[in-house]
């Protein structure tokens, strides 16, 4: 049976990597997968990349008013097709679509996620969902706070704070300058003010917030 999973991490957890790693093992067995993110991930534009230098052009992005089930089903049928061409006649029938990878899983809207959970149950299509789950105040994104409602799996992906002790939470720089007030998305490293973020434990977090959460 075909399910939604959510793979998250605090950020530098390898989530784009495992990404990658899933994509390639799906092909590796001959077996034909789409990869997607939301536009709203300016960085990066139209590729999934990995800190460790790994990068791969996504089939298909997701704006913020797009319907996630008929894209996914518009370029579903672009891979039918376009692995029908390469059989010979009478060769059989044409492969599928093996999953469906979506990558800054975070970014989608309630209503996309609904849709991944469609594409699972009715399109009968597994999909992986990487994303991170709380924003620089500690508070979810919705589409993490929906992926952690429907998905059939959650897995988290780890990582460690600079004392040592597991990632739980995303601090936001601004300028070198941890902040906790903002608008909850800013991607890193594309504005003038240098906007960064550090993973860090909760007590790291508090203790350069303050004790201040959300």
């Not at 679509?97 to 970014?107: G, K, P, S, T």
């Not at 995303?170 to 300028?175: D, I, K, M, Q, T």
Request: proline share 3%.
């Amino acid at each position: 049976m075909a399910k939604l999973y959510f793979r998250y991490g605090a950020m530098n957890s390898g989530k784009s990597t495992a990404l990658l790693q899933a994509a390639y093992n799906y092909e590796e067995r001959g077996q034909h997968v789409l990869l997607a993110k939301p536009t709203i991930d300016t960085k990066e534009a139209d590729h999934v990349s990995s800190r460790l230098g790994m990068s791969r052009e996504v089939d298909f992005l997701i704006g913020p008013d797009a319907s996630l089930r008929t894209l996914f089903a518009m370029h579903r049928e672009r891979a039918r097709a376009a692995a029908a061409e390469t059989l010979l006649p009478d060769a059989g029938e044409a492969a599928d679509v093996a999953c469906l990878l979506i990558d800054e899983a975070q970014f989608l809207t309630r209503e996309q996620v609904d849709d991944l959970l469609r594409i699972v149950v009715m399109d009968r299509v597994p999909v992986l969902a990487y994303g991170i789950r709380t924003d620089f105040r500690t508070e979810a994104f919705p589409g993490s706070r929906r992926l952690m409602e429907l998905a059939h799996s959650l897995e988290e992906l780890k990582t460690i704070c600079r004392c040592g002790r597991k990632a739980v939470f995303n601090a936001r720089l601004v300028g070198g300058r941890f902040v906790f007030d903002g608008d909850q998305v800013a991607i890193d490293e594309l504005t003038p003010q240098r906007v960064t973020y550090e993973s860090m434990c909760a007590e790291c977090y508090l203790s350069e917030s303050g004790g201040r959460l959300g």
